[in-house]
């Protein structure tokens, strides 16, 4: 018996044909928005039908096509870096960890041995957040911040340094405006960031930046994890 | 026209998309619309939605280029599986005019239009020629349906009722189409 016969992975290429109505395409849907690895299988038979549209004979598109596609472009490329993280939404967890390998980071979920444990989250620390790898992927670092104090802690989970590269903490406010750092974070244990202007909306988020920082005040480098700062 | 559909050179732009160069975007634009468009006629037959939803597709790559992953399938499957989503989403958000446009006859002329033979031909790569082969290797029945869905955006009741079978039965055909193609596939 092969698993051709796996009723999963039937629904996954029903899905993917969009034969399915009713109750089995609500079902379907909602198994493909929580289970990464259905998700996984539904892409495998789009791609895998999507060969039969390739059999279709190229049109040329009238001229005034491309000038229209460039024209809408431009509101993308102001707001790059946020939409990088929607990029990242759209991946499955397995396909991040296989980018974040790629980049030379180990995401390994043991802390290590030798970290002090998180400060803990008391009235003292209102904010916190949780920088994660997007689309539900593993923790790397809870950061919690002090509006009193005027004081940022981020306790690495699973972040690891890379040669030449420094990690920085961002801030990308609610309302959509620039993302603004907050400072530079190790890797090995806590970093205490002070004498900072403290967020307490929007998200935080961990991108990879040349050493020392982003040369240009806005992020640079790849985005490791975001989280959504929240009251404690 | 200059379809340029080197995969090395599409990966290439992909990437450069990626990191937001326009430009790339611009020359991916060049070497692929041709075939984007033709898909999205062939499913919308009407070109000034297919103008839009090529619209759609190619913003849709400038976002999501990041995504793409060359080890499960060429850029040019990738792209034409944005392509045929968003026109297959274009289709359905226009309604009753899917089976108003295509009914019944037109339905037995279209499983007729894309036959197996014609379809391998056209079929490049070595993906493509696989799949080509595994679908003339289909019961004609199951093959007609499942291109007829995957052109026409249809749901299993639509392609019963266009094809005058019972759900039942073309629910069973399509699934041990699926099947069948999936061990094929993987044989």
Redesign the interface.
């Known amino acids: 018996m ?1 698993a ?2 796996h009723p999963q ?2 629904r996954a ?2 899905l993917a ?5 009713g109750e089995p395409l609500a079902e379907a849907k909602a198994l493909a928005a929580a289970d990464t690895g259905f998700a996984a299988a539904v ?20 001229e ?3 000038p ?3 024209d ?2 431009t509101p ?2 102001r707001t ?1 870096w946020w ?2 993280v ?3 939404r ?2 499955t967890a397995a ?1 991040v960890t296989v980018a974040a390998v790629g980049l030379g980071l180990w995401i390994a979920p043991e802390p290590k041995p030798d970290a002090p444990p998180p400060p803990p989250i008391t009235a003292a620390s209102p904010y916190v957040a949780l920088v994660s790898v997007p689309d539900g992927g593993p923790a790397l670092a809870a950061v919690t911040v002090d509006t009193e104090l005027k004081r940022i802690v981020v306790t690495p989970v699973a972040l690891t340094e890379q040669q030449a590269k420094s990690l920085e903490l961002w801030v990308v406010p609610a309302d959509g405006g620039a993302p603004r750092s907050l400072g530079l974070v190790k890797a090995g244990g806590p970093t205490v960031i002070a004498g900072v202007s403290a967020p307490t909306d929007g998200a935080l988020a961990i991108s990879l930046e040349p050493e020392g920082g982003s040369p240009t005040g806005a992020p640079t480098g790849p985005i490791l994890g975001v989280g959504p700062l929240t009251k404690g | ?1 200059s ?1 340029d559909l080197d995969r090395e050179r599409l990966r290439r732009h992909l990437k450069a998309v ?1 990191q ?1 160069d ?1 430009s790339a ?2 020359e991916l ?1 060049r070497a692929t ?3 984007l ?3 999205c ?2 499913i919308l037959r009407d ?1 000034g939605e297919a ?1 839009e939803v ?2 759609e597709v ?2 849709t790559v ?6 793409y ?1 060359p080890t ?2 060429s850029p ?3 792209l ?2 944005i ?3 968003r026109a ?1 989403d274009r289709l359905r958000a226009s309604g009753a005019r899917v089976l108003s446009r295509s009914g019944p006859l037109e339905g037995a002329a279209e499983i007729a239009d ?1 036959s197996p033979d ?2 391998a031909q ?4 070595e ?2 020629r696989r ?2 082969q595994c ?1 003339e290797g289909l019961d004609p029945n199951q093959a007609g349906l ?2 007829r ?3 026409g ?5 639509d ?1 019963a009722q266009a094809a005058g079978r019972p759900l039942g039965t073309v629910k069973t055909w ?2 041990k189409g ?2 069948n ?3 094929c ?2 044989s």
């Open positions: 092969t051709a016969a992975d039937l290429a029903e044909l969009g034969v399915l109505e892409e495998t038979w789009e791609l895998r039908l999507a060969v039969l549209a390739e059999a279709i004979a190229p049109v040329a598109a009238p005034r096509v491309w229209a596609i460039r809408r472009l993308v490329a790059r939409d990088s929607d990029v990242w759209g991946l396909s | 026209m379809i990626a937001g326009p975007l611009r634009y619309s041709g075939k468009f033709g898909v006629l062939r070109e103008e090529l619209q190619y913003l400038w976002k999501r280029a990041g995504s992953e499960k399938a040019v499957t990738w034409a599986a392509a045929r989503n297959i894309a014609s379809e056209a079929l490049q790569g993906e493509a799949l080509g679908l499942i291109r869905a995957f052109f955006g249809l749901s299993y009741s392609l399509i699934r699926l099947m193609l999936k061990v596939l993987e």
